[in-house]
């Protein structure tokens, strides 16, 4: 089992940064890639982003490009989301995800563990 703790979330103004945190424990050596995703209120869960454990390869959704940036630390078994000029529609509930083996990163389906979820929330 892997256990992932998401942290960093919170109330920022529009134009703002956040730097969210994923932490897994347990298994981590089974990991094989971590995914941020995200779901506002009445919506659909949506893909954010998504990095291999051995950060070579990274994907992110058209709607964050340019101003998230996703980075791992192996050695903290952590992976990070950078947001930067962050908008009102960026507001969600944010999730790390983990995957046990090659598949689509930007699936929901992939992935084999969840967090709980931090909260981001951009006032206008």
């Known amino acids: 089992q892997v256990q992932l703790v998401e942290s960093g979330g919170g109330l920022v103004q529009a134009g703002g940064s956040l730097r969210l945190s994923c932490v897994a424990s347990g298994r981590t050596f089974s990991i094989y890639g971590v995914g941020w995703f995200r779901q506002a209120p009445g919506k659909d869960r949506e893909f954010v982003a998504a990095i291999n454990w051995s950060g070579i390869s990274a994907n992110y959704a058209d709607s964050v490009k340019g101003r998230f940036t996703i980075s791992r630390d192996n050695a903290k078994n952590t992976v990070y989301l950078q947001m930067n000029s962050l908008k009102p529609e960026d507001t969600a509930l944010y999730s790390c995800?983990?995957?046990?083996?090659?598949?689509?990163?930007?699936?929901?389906?992939?992935?084999?563990?969840w967090g709980q979820g931090t909260q981001v929330t951009v006032s206008s």
């Open positions: 995800a983990a995957r046990r083996r090659y598949s689509d990163a930007l699936s929901p389906a992939s992935y084999d563990y």
